[in-house]
C-alpha cells in the first residue's frame, strides 16, 4: 500500500445506512480529491457546502465513537470510513454525508465493519497521484495511557500495528493480533471485523441515547455464554480485528502516513486519539520524510513552534517508501 505518490479514487461510488448511535438514515458518498487536500467531510446546506477536515485538530469529544467537528458541522462515528481509506493509503478523499440531520450527521454503520466502504474503494479504483507522499517517521517511543490501557509507538522501518484485548468473556478473553501495514492484508484481515458489544451493556447504552441504531445487523452482541447474532464469528479474534480498524481509522486524523510500529494494550478511542495528540505534542520523537507540501505544513501547524522548528528530509532515492 506504501507507494511514494499520494493517492485518491477514481470516481465518486455512495452508500446508504443508519447511523449507529443517531438510529438516522444517512448516506455517505466518497469521492475524488485533489493533491494535498488529505480527507475532508462535506456536507450541503441548501445552496452552500459545508467542510470539515478529518483532522485531529477537528476532534470532538463523544463517547464511544471518533466525531469531528468545525464551522458549525459535526460528523460522528467517522472511524469505520476513515479506516478504509486509510488503511487502503488513500491520501486524499472527500466524504459527503447527508444524514437529515442538521446537528450532528453520522457516517452509516453499514455491516459494523469497515468492509463496505472498502468495498466503494475497490470499486471506484485507486489512483496513484502526481505529487509524492510525505511521511512521519518515528525516531524514539512515544507512549500514552497508565499500567492497565496503554498505547505506545515505536521506531520500525515498516508501519506495523500489535493489539491486545483482554476481555473476561469465554468467546475473547486475550487476543493479540500483528498487523503488516499493506491493503491487501487490510482488505482481507481487518476490514470485515465489525463492531461488538455486551448485552448487559446495550440497555444502559440506550438508556445514555447511543447506540439507537445498533442493531444484530451492525454489531455483534454477545451474552454471558455465546453471541445473539445469527451464524459465527467471522473470525475467531474478530474483536481485536476490529480494534485495529478503529486505531488505523483514528490514526487518519493526523493527516501524514506514520512509519513506526504501534502497540495497544487494552486501548480504545480515547486513547487512539490521545497517541495522535502526543504524536503532534513530540516533534523531537519524529521527522518528516519526502517533499514539503501543504499536508506537512498543516501538520506543522497542529506542533507547537512547529512552523519554525519542523523540517522534511527528503526521501533516500532506495527508499521503499
Ligand atoms: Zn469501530
Same mark, same amino acid.
Given at each position: 500500500?506504501? /507507494? ?14 443508519? /447511523? ?12 475524488? =480529491? ?13 445552496? #452552500?457546502?459545508?467542510?470539515?477536515? *478529518? ?16 464551522? /458549525? ?13 486509510? !488503511? ?16 450532528? &450527521? ?11 466502504? =472498502?468495498?466503494?474503494?475497490?470499486? =471506484? /479504483?485507486?489512483? +496513484?497521484?502526481?505529487? #509524492? ?21 515505536? +521506531? ?22 500483528? #498487523?503488516?501495514?499493506? =491493503?491487501?492484508?487490510? &482488505? ?18 440506550? *438508556? ?22 445469527? !451464524? ?22 493526523? !493527516? ?43 501538520? *506543522? ?12 528530509? +527528503? ?7
Amino acid at each position: 500500500m506504501l /507507494g511514494q505518490r499520494q493517492r485518491t479514487i477514481g470516481q465518486t461510488m455512495s452508500a446508504s445506512g443508519v /447511523g449507529l448511535h443517531s438510529g438516522r438514515p444517512s448516506k455517505v458518498s466518497l469521492s475524488p =480529491a485533489p493533491v494535498d487536500n488529505g480527507i475532508v467531510f462535506r456536507r450541503k446546506v441548501n445552496s #452552500h457546502v459545508e467542510t470539515c477536515q *478529518a483532522s485531529i485538530r477537528n476532534l470532538r469529544p463523544m463517547e464511544l465513537c471518533t466525531a469531528v467537528g468545525s464551522n /458549525g458541522f459535526q460528523i460522528q462515528t467517522t472511524e469505520h470510513v476513515l479506516s478504509a481509506l486509510w !488503511g487502503f493509503g488513500i491520501d486524499n478523499a472527500f466524504i459527503d454525508i447527508d444524514s437529515e440531520n442538521i446537528d450532528s &450527521e453520522e457516517v452509516p454503520a453499514m455491516d459494523g465493519s469497515a468492509a463496505p466502504f =472498502a468495498k466503494l474503494i475497490q470499486l =471506484a /479504483g485507486i489512483l +496513484p497521484q502526481d505529487r #509524492h507522499r510525505t511521511y512521519l517517521k518515528i525516531l524514539e517511543p512515544i507512549r500514552v495511557g497508565d499500567d492497565n490501557r496503554t498505547i505506545s509507538i515505536l +521506531p520500525s522501518p515498516f508501519p506495523k500495528i500489535t493489539y491486545t484485548i483482554d476481555y473476561d468473556h469465554q468467546l475473547i478473553q486475550r487476543q493479540t493480533y500483528e #498487523h503488516e501495514w499493506s =491493503a491487501v492484508e487490510f &482488505e482481507a484481515n481487518i476490514a470485515q471485523a465489525r463492531t461488538f458489544a455486551f448485552s448487559h451493556e446495550v440497555e444502559a447504552l440506550r *438508556a445514555r441515547g447511543l447506540g439507537n441504531g445498533g442493531s444484530l445487523d451492525n454489531t455483534i452482541v454477545f451474552t454471558e455464554t455465546g453471541i445473539m447474532n445469527e !451464524g459465527t464469528l467471522r473470525f475467531p479474534d474478530e474483536c481485536v480485528r476490529h480494534k485495529v480498524l478503529d486505531l488505523i481509522g483514528d490514526l487518519s486524523l493526523l !493527516g501524514i502516513h506514520v512509519i513506526g510500529h504501534i502497540v495497544g494494550k487494552r486501548s480504545g478511542h480515547h486513547l487512539h486519539t490521545r497517541l495522535v495528540q502526543a504524536i503532534l505534542d513530540n516533534p523531537e520523537a519524529w521527522t518528516l520524510v519526502g517533499p514539503p507540501g501543504k499536508l506537512a505544513n498543516d501538520l *506543522a501547524d497542529l506542533v507547537p513552534n512547529g512552523k519554525d522548528s519542523i523540517q522534511t528530509v +527528503p526521501l533516500p532515492a532506495n527508499s521503499a517508501f
